[in-house]
């Protein structure tokens, strides 16, 4: 027998009581919306009102998402909330940096270095079809090249966020950082906000480890922009596919 009994199970709806209780009232009603439900409407948008998402709900969603799981809970993520002049400024650097013909030097390979099936033909669908939305042609590479640096613009959205990870930690804490983002997607939906993670928001890191003094300790990630969408702008029309579960599944007895 151990001095130390197992703790009793907290029911889920028991934390789901306390942990609620604790949290910043953002001053809106939420929407009754079902946690699958939360997760399929989630769709990355990429035109947004240019207004701000207010401090306290987007402290109410980052609340939320801090209940992601993590290995050991050692919870790795550090996070920026631009607004206003700091959204401005950072904006301002990296577009000038892109203009400038700056080296984009992530801090970490996103994709392999050579495309391969099947993801190679799901990437070009997904850029076909983005590109497509948008009335660009395959062939326009200025209309494809200004479309991307519209995510240095966080795609018209007011608030936006960065990502840094700590620059010693491996890729279990890469794998806990997929669930924080994808939480604070999922919370932002449960508030009828829509979103996008954005990789390309870790293009030139340099510029925002000297801008928000961070040393070479993080690593940037990217980011994400989040708001309200432009309901009818075309590039939010753009819904690219999934494959289907028994694609990726092995069902065993
Ligand atoms: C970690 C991560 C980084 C991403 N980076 C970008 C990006 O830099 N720019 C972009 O337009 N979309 C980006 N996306 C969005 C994907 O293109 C999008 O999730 C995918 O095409 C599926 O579409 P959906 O999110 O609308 O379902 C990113 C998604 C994730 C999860």
Not at 79 to 103: F, Q, S, W
Not at 196 to 222: C, T, W
Request: glycine fraction near 8%; charge should be negative.
């Amino acid at each position: 027998m151990s001095d130390h009994p197992a703790p009793k199970l907290v029911a889920a709806e028991a934390a789901l009581r306390s942990r609620l209780n604790a949290m910043t009232d953002p001053g809106f009603s939420r929407p009754d919306l079902h946690a699958e439900d939360a997760i399929i409407s989630r769709r990355s948008i990429r035109a947004f009102q240019d207004k701000p998402v207010p401090e306290a709900l987007m402290r109410r969603i980052l609340e939320a998402a801090r209940w992601a799981p993590s290995g050991s809970n050692i919870q790795p993520w550090k996070v920026h909330v631009l607004n206003g002049d700091a959204r401005t400024r950072y904006t301002d650097a990296i577009l000038a940096a892109e203009k400038n013909g700056e080296p984009r030097d992530m801090e970490y390979h996103y994709y392999a270095p050579e495309w391969r099936e099947p993801f190679l033909a799901r990437r070009r669908a997904c850029g076909f079809g983005l590109y497509g939305a948008m009335g660009i042609e395959r062939d326009d590479r200025q209309g494809r090249h200004d479309a991307f640096v519209s995510n240095f613009k966080f795609f018209g959205a007011a608030t936006g966020l960065l990502f840094w990870i700590p620059s010693d930690l491996e890729h279990g804490s890469w794998l806990d950082y997929g669930t924080f983002i994808q939480s604070i997607s999922v919370a932002a939906r449960g508030w009828g906000l829509s979103t996008i993670a954005q990789g390309a928001l870790g293009e030139f890191p340099h510029i925002a480890h000297d801008m928000f003094e961070i040393g070479d300790d993080y690593k940037l990630i990217g980011g994400m922009s989040i708001g309200w969408p432009v309901e009818d702008a075309p590039v939010n029309l753009f819904q690219p596919d999934r494959i289907d579960v028994d694609e990726f599944t092995t069902w065993l007895d």
